[in-house]
């Protein structure tokens, strides 16, 4: 069956550095893979698609690459800030375009 | 107000009872869905719907149903309550142009359940 893994453990991070979380799966190959901000009690908001034919997106301070041989998603935020302390989930999609979600990463990000 | 509503947004009840829980939309999407947060679980896919005439089963869809009563509303019954059906639910939305460009979910604030 599909798994999709994210560090369980909490990233904690001092304040302008940069946080790298990870996102590995198996039994799977999917078209594209999102990322979504989760805060606490809210529901998640999306930020970032990268498609299986691209190695590497960028938004303001985020990036995000993709390496499909390594069955990998890796996801930046540089220059982080405390309001960037959120659970970061990752979510590939197949074909149906519909995302199967990993557990998500807690990021805390101190001043 | 917010884009998709869910409601009720908190809701406790006991075991054996029949709960709905409703989702509306204003985003105009057609693909709607229901999802399950566990901790230490993540989101799990219980139904989704393309469109007003078509209904699917997610991953854990078991002791669940829906109704897409309308293309903006989805609802999620749980006929016979048990408590491992105590989680917090959230809908979510698409449509067919977005998905096509950034497969972008829209969700809605969740509600809580707690079934003892």
């Known amino acids: 069956s599909q798994k999709i893994e994210q560090n369980s453990e909490a990233l904690n991070i001092q304040e302008g550095k940069t946080a790298t979380l990870t996102c590995n799966y198996t039994?799977?190959?999917?078209?594209?893979l999102q990322w979504y901000r989760q805060d606490p009690g809210r529901g998640p908001v999306f930020l970032l698609l990268?498609?299986?034919?691209?190695k590497e997106k960028r938004k303001e301070r985020l990036k995000v690459t993709f390496d499909t041989t390594l069955k990998q998603s890796l996801f930046h935020i540089t220059a982080s800030q405390p309001a960037d302390s959120a659970t970061y989930l990752c979510?590939?999609?197949?074909?149906?375009?519909?995302?199967?979600f990993g557990r998500g990463t807690s990021l805390i990000v101190h001043p | 107000d917010a884009d998709v509503t869910q409601t009720p947004r908190n809701r406790i009840t006991k075991t054996g009872k029949r709960i709905m829980l409703e989702c509306s939309q204003t985003?105009?999407?057609?693909?709607m869905y229901w999802y399950r947060q566990d901790p230490g679980l993540g989101l799990r896919l219980i139904y989704y719907?393309?469109?007003?005439?078509?209904?699917n089963k997610g991953e854990i869809s078991d002791g669940y149903s829906v109704s897409r009563q309308a293309q903006a509303k989805f609802s999620l019954s749980l006929e016979s309550a048990i408590p491992n059906q105590t989680a917090l639910y959230f809908c979510?939305?698409?449509?067919?142009?977005?998905?096509?460009?950034?497969?972008?979910?829209?969700f809605g604030e969740g509600s809580r359940l707690t079934v003892l």
């Open positions: 985003k105009g999407h057609d693909r």
């Open positions: 979510a939305t698409s449509d067919f142009q977005t998905t096509r460009n950034t497969g972008e979910l829209f």
């Open positions: 719907s393309f469109d007003v005439k078509d209904i």
């Open positions: 979510a590939p999609a197949g074909g149906s375009y519909i995302p199967t």
């Open positions: 039994n799977y190959s999917p078209a594209y």
């Open positions: 990268i498609r299986e034919n691209e």
